[in-house]
């Protein structure tokens, strides 16, 4: 079945600084990776996702890539902010349509 | 519109006995998945239901098991509790049983078990 690691677990960078999250996944099957902050004590969000035809995609100050010949893929938060202080989980979907996530990466915004 | 609703939010029950969680999803929503939430293990998959069928499954042992109704409300039950059982439970729910759209999460019952 599908295993998705995830790395760095905890993440620490300068509030205004960037921070990159990466993840890999081992179905090549997989084509679709959403992305989920969980902020303390809440529930996941859904923050973003793409999908296997796409490389690429923006929404504002986050990001996420998807080099699918390596079954890569990466989260990039820019100007980073002290509400962007949350775990976050990668995930991947593909031929039985069930999602697997991630470890998470718990990122600390420091002033 | 209403979210996904987890009932109880909180839960504290002794080594041996049984569970039963509640989820109803969004309205409209005919997909139900629940995940075990542990520090350090993240999200594991548990199992996923459309239109009343159990259509995936974790690896998780026979003691945790559910169903969905025709309302698409969602029940999980864990027999024979352990100490290991202690967790977050969530419950997400998709439109359709593609998740292509992502999931909307419950906010979860936290069990203890003592």
């Known amino acids: 079945g599908e295993n998705v690691e995830q790395h760095p677990s905890t993440l620490s960078v300068q509030e205004g600084d960037s921070a990159v999250i990466k993840c890999t996944y081992s179905d090549s099957a997989s084509n679709y990776f959403p992305w989920y902050k969980q902020e303390l004590g809440k529930r996941p969000q859904l923050i973003i996702d793409i999908r296997s035809n796409v490389g690429e995609k923006k929404d504002q100050r986050i990001a996420v890539t998807l080099n699918k010949t390596a079954k890569h893929f990466s989260l990039h938060i820019t100007e980073t902010q002290p509400e962007d202080s949350a775990v976050y989980f990668c995930a991947a979907s593909g031929r039985d349509d069930k999602i697997i996530f991630g470890k998470g990466t718990r990122l600390h915004i420091l002033p | 519109k209403a979210g996904v609703t987890q009932t109880p939010r909180y839960l504290i029950k002794t080594r041996g006995q049984q569970v039963t969680l509640s989820c109803s999803p969004i309205?409209?929503?005919?997909?139900v998945s629940w995940y075990q939430q542990t520090p350090g293990q993240g999200l594991q998959f548990l199992f996923e239901y459309f239109s009343e069928t159990q259509r995936n499954k974790g690896n998780f042992p026979g003691r945790f098991s559910g169903r969905q109704f025709s309302n698409s409300r969602s029940e999980m039950n864990v027999s024979t509790l352990e100490l290991g059982d202690s967790a977050l439970y969530l419950c997400?729910?998709?439109?359709?049983?593609?998740?292509?759209?992502?999931?909307?999460f419950g906010s979860g019952t936290r069990l203890t078990v003592v």
């Open positions: 309205s409209g929503h005919r997909s």
């Open positions: 997400a729910s998709s439109l359709t049983g593609t998740p292509t759209y992502g999931y909307t």
